[in-house]
């Protein structure tokens, strides 16, 4: 038996940040990063909030890739100030750090009041806004460490488009290209139903129809909004069934070498699916049960899938040549990592990610060589 549940009320469209003027006499603690909150879109979230009498904290220490002490000052200063709602505005990194924030000051302080959680993404890509999933980095250890509790769902999500217009193309690309990994890995985990289905196909829909426009002109509203929808999307659906080895070794590597979490995801992704799909150098299949998924989603988002090898291979040409039109890098080589510098640390990077939460549920359970085979070969 499975439950299928969603605790977070989205809202969307014009004006949703209104959303925040229900807010009254509350004592408000905003978690961001220094840029947002030197942009207008603090003023966007605060000039809602001041209409009603509402107090409020700004805490913007958040750096990419939270680490743990941005997390324990974070705890710190929610102790001393006693919100009763939290609001989270910025990328996964502030949104992340923000969830791992309330969470660990409920448990250190079990007898405080309940904090309603409002999460406002403003890049399209980690679905942060409706997953129970958090992820904070030792950079002591240099590993990322995702968090995954119910408690960590945020109760609201407002996606205004608006917020999303001054993404820059690069970033843009990246956490496009998360949305990506996250439905097509959602899409073959060993989880994965009719459901979850339904979500991801939809997201991977959007991602190859709207993400070039969002590149090109980050002023293309409604090619923004759909990407932001999909972003969302592609969250609830690995929010029910996971995500797998390509999440697994990009926690890893991220972290190690400093890549941004969406263009490492980009570099590992049709590596991945060679892997998952047993072809191409990894063995001559093609029948597995990811192979088919993988060609059933081609199918749907309407390139050739004749067959799963077929298949496999036109969604895995898509996914190259969209990379191309982001200008992504192709190689590691290409981020500025050589192969010395990955040969000394790749074998500490496949026992981490053998046993990163994210590998359980992979649709072909991988070994340390498997993982770094795949490391190689990017
Ligand atoms: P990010 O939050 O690190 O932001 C990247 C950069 O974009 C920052 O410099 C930020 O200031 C800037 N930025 C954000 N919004 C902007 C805007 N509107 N205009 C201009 N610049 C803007 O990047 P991200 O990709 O959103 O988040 C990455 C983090 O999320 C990583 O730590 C990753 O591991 C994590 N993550 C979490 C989940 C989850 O489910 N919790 C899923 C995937 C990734």
Do not use: W
Not at 168 to 181: I, R
Not at 309 to 321: A, E, P, W, Y
Request: include cysteine; hydrophobic fraction near 40%; glycine fraction near 6%.
């Amino acid at each position: 038996m499975k439950e299928i549940s969603f605790r977070t009320n989205i809202f969307i469209g014009e004006n949703s940040l209104d959303r925040l003027m229900k807010i009254t006499s509350e004592k408000v603690f905003i978690v961001t990063d220094p840029f947002i909150e030197q942009s207008g879109m603090m003023k966007e979230v605060t000039n809602r909030l001041e209409n009603k009498d509402n107090d409020y904290f700004i805490f913007s220490d958040i750096v990419p890739d939270p680490p743990i002490e941005t997390v324990a000052a974070g705890v710190k200063a929610i102790q001393e100030f006693g919100p009763g709602i939290m609001i989270a505005i910025g990328g996964g990194s502030a949104i992340d750090a923000a969830k791992a924030m309330k969470d660990f000051s409920i448990k250190l302080s079990p007898h405080q009041q309940a904090i309603k959680f409002i999460a406002i993404p403003t890049t399209s890509g980690t679905g942060t806004e409706v997953t129970s999933f958090s992820v904070i980095t030792d950079e002591v250890n240099q590993v990322k460490h995702p968090l995954v509790a119910d408690s960590l769902l945020p109760d609201e999500a407002i996606l205004d488009t608006t917020l999303v217009k001054s993404v820059p193309a690069s970033v843009t690309a990246d956490t496009g290209m998360d949305v990506l990994t996250h439905a097509i890995e959602a899409y073959v985990s060993t989880n994965a139903n009719d459901f979850s289905d339904a979500f991801a196909e939809k997201a991977v829909q959007l991602i190859f129809d709207y993400l070039p426009r969002c590149y090109k002109d980050g002023n293309d509203l409604e090619a923004r909004e759909k990407v932001h929808h999909a972003s969302c999307l592609a969250g609830m659906a690995f929010n029910m069934v996971g995500l797998g080895v390509n999440h697994s070794i990009a926690h890893v590597c991220g972290a190690q070498f400093h890549i941004p979490h969406g263009r490492m995801n980009a570099l590992l992704l049709t590596t991945v699916i060679e892997y998952n799909a047993e072809i191409q150098g990894f063995s001559a299949g093609g029948q597995s049960f990811a192979a088919k998924k993988y060609a059933q989603l081609a199918k749907i988002v309407g390139f050739p899938a004749t067959n799963s090898r077929i298949g496999v291979n036109s969604l895995i040409k898509h996914i190259n040549q969209l990379k191309k039109e982001l200008h992504l890098p192709v190689n590691l080589r290409a981020c500025g990592i050589t192969k010395e510098k990955l040969l000394a640390s790749i074998g500490k990077i496949s026992e981490a990610a053998l046993i990163d939460g994210c590998t359980p549920t992979n649709p072909r359970k991988p070994t340390t060589k498997d993982i770094e085979s795949i490391v190689e070969k990017i």
